[in-house]
């Protein structure tokens, strides 16, 4: 598996995950200096070419002068994420963009959360691509793959999760009552949050919007959202 780009290499460098070597581009300086020496601390090999070759490794991917191959992302268990009395969670209903996803994977660990929910099928995967455009979130937040959202669903409810649904036409997020164990969940592009989904959740959450476009972006929406939940903990704790 591949990992490009400046911050997504050095971030895993701060990881236990295995890295086989990594390739920078001739005359390393600035966070590449960075990156070789951390990779000189964990022995790790580093090798120098010219930015051609880069090219060519990434398949025309912005690597940013950097390129580090390491083992296939390590999903978490399910039933290991969270626990905590303020445990945040994130679940992705159908999220198949992978600029999406990794923009989720990084607003979700920037707000502290658990850990990340996504399906098994029908829904992006955390892939090298997805990795670099979380700008190495993705190493540092718990992801886990479930068969099904809805048994998900159905499970954190059984384990104190107070599940939400971010989709138009429910509560305000403003209003809500967002104390203790919370799970958000948030659609796909096009479709949302299923019907059934919803339907399994205590309850649907609202971001208004004043404009003339009547949605906004999953991850957009999903960043307004982990950080309303931020906002009221920090408040209790004054």
């Known amino acids: 598996m591949l990992v490009f780009g400046r911050n997504a290499v050095l971030e895993l460098l701060k990881t236990d995950k295995t890295v086989e070597k990594i390739v920078l581009e001739q005359g390393a300086q600035g966070t590449l200096g960075k990156i070789f020496a951390e990779a000189r ?3 790790i090999r580093v090798q120098f ?6 090219d060519k490794i990434a398949s025309g991917g912005k690597h940013q002068g950097a390129v580090a191959y390491t083992t296939e992302f390590s999903y978490a268990d399910f039933y290991e994420l969270g626990g905590g009395e303020d445990s945040l969670l994130v679940l992705c209903d159908g999220i198949e963009d992978v600029h999406n996803l990794g923009a989720i994977l990084r607003v979700a660990e920037c707000a ?3 850990g990340v929910i996504i399906p098994k099928a029908k829904g992006a995967c955390v892939t090298d691509a997805v990795i670099r455009i979380s700008a190495g979130a993705a190493e540092h937040i718990p992801v886990a793959k479930v068969p099904s959202v809805n048994a998900a669903v159905d499970e954190l409810k059984s384990r104190g999760y ?3 649904a971010l989709e138009a036409g429910g509560e305000s997020i403003y ?5 203790g164990k919370i799970a958000l969940v948030v659609g796909g592009e096009d479709s949302g949050v299923h019907r059934l989904t919803r339907e399994k959740c205590d ?3 609202s971001i208004p919007l004043f404009g003339k476009v009547n949605s906004l972006n999953a991850s957009v929406a999903l960043g ?4 309303e939940v931020v ?4 408040q209790q704790k004054e």
């Open 231 to 234: 906002r009221g903990r920090l």
């Open 162 to 164: 107070w599940v939400y």
């Open 175 to 179: 209003s809500a009552n967002l104390k």
């Open 112 to 114: 502290g959360a658990d």
């Open 41 to 43: 601390k964990k022995n």
């Open 203 to 205: 309850g649907v959450l």
């Open 49 to 54: 070419a010219p930015r051609n070759v880069l």
């Open 224 to 227: 307004i959202a982990v950080y």
